[in-house]
């Protein structure tokens, strides 16, 4: 590989870096390839963006960055990058559902970058994987929005119905009254 070439791969891993909001280093060592060809797919499934970089090429697009040294042990041997740019947790989420899938026991996973901390494998597994996702989110915001509305809702209501009971009452009792004077 030239050094022009080198440059522009560079370039592109910076960039992947400055925009991703997670990244889980993988070790593929021993898969087939059709269980890394269905790996990818489940990647894009979910937009999460997986290549296979060369790891020099990752510490010269890193080497500006606090977190690169953390990075050191990382990034021997084959390493695969998988990066989220919307959701954090889904490429944690796709890595820790093909493991238990058999095409993906020799899967290994190496560390997880997230917003410039490191996590081990089992911090990517056990909590990366684990967080909810944007959707999730949203709908835990939007349900703790609404439950303050609801309760005002009702104690709005709760006079009114109170009165249609103290109506339908009286009217019962009346009904009643009328039923034994005949």
Request: proline share 3%; aromatic share 6%; no cysteine.
């Amino acid at each position: 590989m030239d050094r022009a070439t080198k440059g522009v791969q560079i370039g592109e891993i910076k960039a992947r870096f400055e925009k991703m909001t997670a990244a889980v280093f993988l070790d593929f060592t021993g898969m087939k390839v059709e269980h890394v060809t269905k790996l990818r797919a489940e990647f894009r499934k979910v937009g999460v963006e997986y290549k296979v970089v060369k790891n020099t090429l990752v510490k010269h697009a890193l080497k500006d960055v606090s977190y690169r040294e953390s990075l050191d042990d990382v990034l021997a041997g084959t390493t695969g990058i998988a990066w989220s740019y919307e959701d954090p947790a889904a490429g944690a989420r796709v890595v820790k559902a093909f493991r238990k899938d058999p095409a993906g026991e020799k899967l290994r996973i190496k560390a997880g970058l997230v917003e410039g901390s490191i996590l081990d494998a089992k911090g990517v597994e056990e909590q990366l994987a684990t967080m909810p996702g944007k959707n999730e989110l949203r709908a835990l915001l939007l349900a703790t929005l609404q439950a303050p509305l609801q309760s005002f809702v009702a104690l709005l209501a709760a006079p009114t119905q109170n009165f249609v009971y103290l109506l339908s009452a009286k009217e019962r009792e009346t009904a009643k009254q009328g039923t034994e004077r005949t």
